[in-house]
């Protein structure tokens, strides 16, 4: 039966990191703390193009191994078919105390999360995390090479990682995801040098303010992993009432929560740039250029000349870039004010413009290796001028627009509340190429 007011719900915990053998150490060592029964749960999607996913259960009584064929291999089917059912007969053993989900190095935390938060399965008026409580996101860093992999535009495919052969998602949407997202980082091995450690901590401070850090420099044996196993339990019990505990910010709330450092430090910096004028399509899309060279993230609202009534999501993660709608400008459609909440039309009132309503630029980009100035001159320069926003409206809608089409990735006949599909995103741009 579902946890109920006088019982105490099944402990989740979600790990994940693009290194197999670190993550599933820190995995079994949350599940080896527990005295009462915990049950540490993996799906290996090596074979996911082949329409075989490999689940791994490891219970106090051993190791339990299955191969599954899925008559469509993705994501959303391996989540919705197995995972939530497994995930439910768990919740609902008395017996099972706590549960340490591993997620595979290819699959997006994010999007997995918000589909435990977000569909409801069969035989239940509610989503699966109405079964548990979901104690936080754990993300294992590889010290020494996390902030180039951050950095780059190379392919999962490059790596091994890609769930499927025609994977064009990259090592850095996955590792900026994971530490992004996660409650505690787990970070890993040494730098190169002092100095690269610097570095790698002030771009965490920024990417993940609202996320606890527990260092782990050599290799744990045994007993070492037990007690890193405990300071991540005290940090779990002991998060921040804002912690994220595995749920996605909207895409309208402050792009500056839990309060990153903006001052510039080892070369670092945070760049928050904000408008009241519309972008022009073609050159904000030639600008993106610049803004993926020398970034480890650029998110944020954007306001396009051509597409007056939408919202759109900018998110990059490297030399990487998703694009998609996030929802009416509220000056387009009055009716999407009774859908938001209260943070947002506090925002929106805070700053209604006479003219513009609520459209405006909102981006935060986290800089690394290139000059700030130049980013905000780009993005100066895809503005339209005084001239082009004499012309109006109408004028505007007649621009080229290279933002126009989107894509949305497979699984079309799954009946799905979520904005993305949870394999890749909704349209995605590597260096000079679109996806």
């Known amino acids: 039966m579902p946890a109920g007011p006088e019982t105490e719900p099944t402990e989740l915990t979600v790990v994940c990191g693009v290194d197999r053998r670190s993550a599933a150490g820190v995995a079994a ?5 527990h005295t009462g029964t915990a049950v540490l749960v993996t799906h290996d999607m090596r074979a996911l193009g082949e329409g075989v996913v490999r689940r791994q259960i490891v219970e106090n009584d051993g190791e339990h191994v299955a191969m599954l064929e899925l008559a469509h291999a993705c994501v959303s089917c391996t989540l919705r078919e197995d995972l939530l059912p497994l995930l439910v007969r768990l919740a609902r053993d008395p017996d099972v105390a706590q549960v340490v989900l591993l997620l595979d190095p290819g699959v997006e935390v994010e999007a997995t999360c918000e589909a435990l938060h977000g569909l409801v399965p069969e035989g239940l008026d509610g989503p699966v995390t109405d079964l548990y409580s979901l104690r936080g996101v754990v993300a294992v860093l590889d010290a020494a090479r996390w902030l180039d992999d951050a950095g780059s535009d190379d392919a999962l495919v490059e790596r091994g990682l890609a769930l499927t052969a025609d994977d064009e998602r990259t090592v850095a949407q996955i590792v900026v995801g994971q530490a992004e997202f996660a409650d505690v980082l787990v970070v890993g091995g040494r730098c190169a040098g002092a100095w690269d450690r610097v570095r790698l901590d002030a771009v965490l401070a920024r990417l993940a303010p609202r996320g606890r850090q527990v260092t782990v420099v050599d290799d744990p044996g045994e007993g070492r992993a037990a007690d890193i196993a405990a300071r991540l339990d005290d940090l779990l019990h002991d998060l921040s009432g804002d912690a994220r505990r595995g749920a996605a910010d909207d895409a309208h709330v402050s792009l500056l929560r839990g309060q990153p450092p903006l001052a510039r430090d080892a070369g670092v910096s945070l760049l928050h740039v904000g408008h009241r004028r519309p972008f022009h399509p073609e050159r904000l899309h030639a600008a993106f250029d610049v803004l993926l060279h020398g970034t480890i993230r650029v998110r944020g609202r954007v306001w396009v000349a051509s597409q007056p009534e939408h919202v759109l999501w900018v998110e990059s993660a490297g030399g990487a870039l998703q694009i998609g709608v996030a929802g009416p400008w509220f000056a387009a459609d009055p009716t999407a004010w009774d859908d938001a909440d209260d943070e947002r039309r506090a925002a929106a009132s805070l700053s209604w413009h006479e003219r513009w309503g609520d459209r405006e630029q909102q981006l935060v980009a986290l800089v690394h290796d290139a000059d700030p100035a130049g980013l905000v001159e780009a993005l100066d320069a895809a503005l339209l001028t005084d001239e082009e926003l004499a012309l109006g409206e109408l004028a505007w809608r007649r621009l080229p627009d290279p933002f126009e089409h989107r894509h949305t ?21 590597r260096g000079e190429g679109w996806g």
């Open 29 to 33: 060592a949350l599940r080896a703390r």
């Open 409 to 429: 990735d497979p699984c079309p006949d799954l009946d799905t509340d979520l904005d993305t599909d949870l394999d890749t995103g909704v349209e995605s741009r």
